[in-house]
């Protein structure tokens, strides 16, 4: 079952801050959150299935990228 997440536990989630999470989802590269009166909320696989694209575009790349997919790796593991 698809739990809804809140901004904190999003945040948490992918190490951004508020601020961040808001400006990547302007330009569309961060789901947008749903509202639920005044809250919002994620589910939890959009947040999932946007770390592991992340993660596919990283190692698509050499050097320092590689490393960054690793860690990418073990947070899903």
């Known amino acids: 079952m698809d739990k809804l997440l809140s901004e904190k536990q999003v945040a948490d989630i992918v190490g951004f801050k508020r601020t961040k999470l808001y ?43 590689s490393e960054i997919g690793k860690f990418f790796d073990d947070l899903l593991s």
């Not at 989802?25 to 005044?38: E, L, N, S, T």
């Not at 959009?46 to 770390?51: A, C, K, N, T, V």
């Open 23 to 65: 400006q990547m989802i302007k330009k569309g590269d961060f789901p947008a959150p749903k509202k639920y009166g005044r809250a919002n909320r994620w589910f939890e696989s959009d947040i999932e299935d946007w770390l592991k694209k992340e993660k596919e575009e990283l190692h698509k790349d050499d050097g320092i990228f």
